[in-house]
């Protein structure tokens, strides 16, 4: 539902919206599998590091745009970064108008979810601008429309959709191309338990998820019984974690991984390969490479008490200390 009001452009916006790590599935969502071959189901959890974007009035008619670098256009069309061409273009803002973003991650190749995150920020930040209110649906929707069907850039609908809403869901990718998505309802305590178990350690690869999805895509049709066990492992973790199970987490995540880096080149390496096989070795029970692969961070599932062994056995990772987010793209500041 949009409605807008006087304030249009007249006043500050800034959202906050959180990064994803994905337990299972990712792949089914790509529309060469869940559009032939009866739907995809991915396990997403929206995690405690956060894309900001800031949208203010600019004093002329201009458009600035600060991420990894600056542009001052004077339209829409000679904005080199493409999703913020596209998206003031949808909501039809044509000047005088600046957009700042702050990421707690890299934003570049870590797998994090963060070109979806930052997009769905930023329609909400422009939606704000112009006094419109969005739903999660609606902020998911018009992201894939730009990321998908305008720019054609190859990839899934998880993103954009964990993102919009948060929490910690099983998202169902229909061949209607509607989306259902399913909370993990659980009691606080095996929350806090499964996060306890998870490490993100950063593997310092980056790489570029849209030459992987390409190639992805492309085999699909090579390997339908791969996509459709890793469709069933996310029915299956959604019911554990929802029915107190959540310590089957790791064999789940093993599992996953040895189906998806099989489904084409560059999802993993003999570099990634060994890191996960030393900390399988050091007591970890399973884990994944996080995104699209060949790089960015590597989640494990450990007992707590064996942490600190893995992270000796992996000097060369950085961890990140992380939580779940409840909570989708949210407006946190608005000044008149």
Request: charged share 25%; hydrophobic share 40%.
């Amino acid at each position: 539902m949009k409605k807008a009001n006087y304030l249009y452009g007249q006043r500050m916006i800034m959202t906050k919206t959180p990064l994803r790590i994905t337990f299972v599935g990712g792949g089914t969502d790509l529309p060469g599998y869940y559009k032939n071959y009866g739907g995809g189901a991915v396990v997403s959890a929206a995690i405690n590091k956060y894309i900001h974007i800031v949208v203010n009035k600019k004093f002329d008619n201009r458009i600035r745009v600060s991420y990894s670098r600056t542009e001052i256009v004077d339209s829409v069309d000679k904005i080199q970064h493409p999703t913020v061409r596209e998206a003031l273009k949808l909501l039809k803002i044509d000047g005088g108008i600046e957009i700042v973003s702050i990421s707690d991650i890299p934003s570049g190749g870590t797998g994090l979810g963060s070109s979806s995150t930052f997009l769905v920020g930023l329609l909400n930040a422009l939606h704000a601008w112009k006094g419109e209110f969005v739903s999660p649906k609606e902020l998911a929707e018009e992201a894939v429309r730009i990321e998908r069907g305008i720019l054609k850039e190859p990839g899934g609908k998880q993103d954009q959709y964990i993102a919009a809403y948060g929490g910690i869901k099983l998202m169902e990718f229909n061949e209607d191309e509607s989306v259902v998505l399913k909370p993990v309802i659980a009691k606080e305590s095996d929350y806090m338990l499964l996060k306890n178990h998870l490490m993100l350690l950063y593997t310092g690869l980056q790489r570029s998820s849209a030459q992987i999805h390409s190639k992805q895509a492309d085999a699909i049709q090579k390997h339908v019984s791969e996509y459709n066990k890793m469709r069933d492992l996310s029915y299956a973790l959604f019911d554990s974690i929802c029915n107190g199970r959540w310590a089957r987490t790791g064999k789940f995540l093993d599992q996953n991984w040895k189906l998806k880096r099989t489904l084409s080149e560059g999802i993993s390496d003999s570099k990634i390969d060994a890191m996960y096989n030393k900390a399988l070795a050091t007591g970890a029970l399973g884990g994944k490479l996080i995104g699209a692969g060949g790089g960015g961070f590597l989640l494990m599932f450990a007992p707590p008490a064996k942490h600190a062994a893995i992270k000796r056995a992996l000097p060369q990772l950085k961890e990140e200390p992380f939580g779940f987010e409840v909570l989708g793209s949210r407006i946190v500041y608005v000044g008149e």
